[in-house]
């Protein structure tokens, strides 16, 4: 039997040494090793995914800020973990041409995607109908929820576009598109859970649909 680990088990990853100089004439290296170009869309995709990533991470600092006063934070906070987990596998995916991926390489699936439309489900459950599109904003975390939908949103039209010019898992494109829409419920969500107004679009709230309205330029200092 051979010793070798498991893809999916710890492998003893060591980043001491940050830069390598290998990036400076504007390629990089896929997981098989191969020299690609930076603004290649296989690049962008891993890229967007991981930019996404860190979005999500803010969101789940003010989850964890927050998760004293308002509890049901908390376990949201852990799902938003997990969703960080998911995104990086999906980049390690992305990152990997479909000859080179590993048979136990990490990657989300059913499995994640039938999660979320669960997690979907049970938020959308205390939410209000909508009259009106949502505006970012109401609490500064809905407000970040938001930053993550449009990021995530980005990383589909992209992936979309790479899946034109190369074999993409179409798990990967339904997990983003859900998660997608995720965003946005929880964007509210969570606005309910803090008692917080949601702000609706209005078409005339504007400089020239409202000349009635009190002048909005900028204040003096």
Not at 60 to 86: N, V, W, Y
Not at 94 to 122: F, M, N, S, W, Y
Request: proline share 7%; with cysteine; aromatic share 6%.
């Amino acid at each position: 039997m051979s010793n070798e680990k498991p893809f999916n088990e710890p492998r003893g990853i060591v980043l001491n040494r940050i830069y390598t100089r290998g990036g400076d004439r504007g390629q990089t290296s896929l997981v098989g090793g191969q020299r690609i170009d930076k603004d290649d869309l296989r690049i962008e995709s891993y890229g967007t995914v991981d930019e996404l990533n860190s979005f999500i991470g803010v969101a789940r600092m003010t989850c964890e800020e927050l998760s004293d006063r308002h509890p049901k934070l908390g376990p949201f906070a852990l799902i938003l973990t997990r969703l960080q987990h998911e995104l990086f596998n999906l980049g390690s995916i992305l990152a990997t041409l479909p000859e080179d991926v590993h048979p136990k390489q990490p990657r989300v699936g059913p499995e994640e995607i039938g999660a979320i439309e669960r997690e979907i489900d049970h938020a959308n459950e205390n939410l209000p109908p909508l009259r009106s599109f949502v505006l970012p904003g109401g609490s500064r975390l809905s407000a970040e929820l938001h930053v993550c939908r449009t990021v995530c949103r980005r990383a589909e039209r992209v992936l979309v576009s790479l899946s034109r010019r190369e074999s993409i898992p179409a798990d990967s494109l339904q997990y983003l598109n859900r998660l997608s829409d995720a965003l946005f419920v929880w964007s509210r969500w969570v606005n309910v859970i803090q008692e917080a107004e949601e702000t609706l679009w209005q078409p005339n709230a504007t400089a020239s649909g409202n000349p009635a309205a009190p002048n909005s330029s900028t204040p003096d200092v």
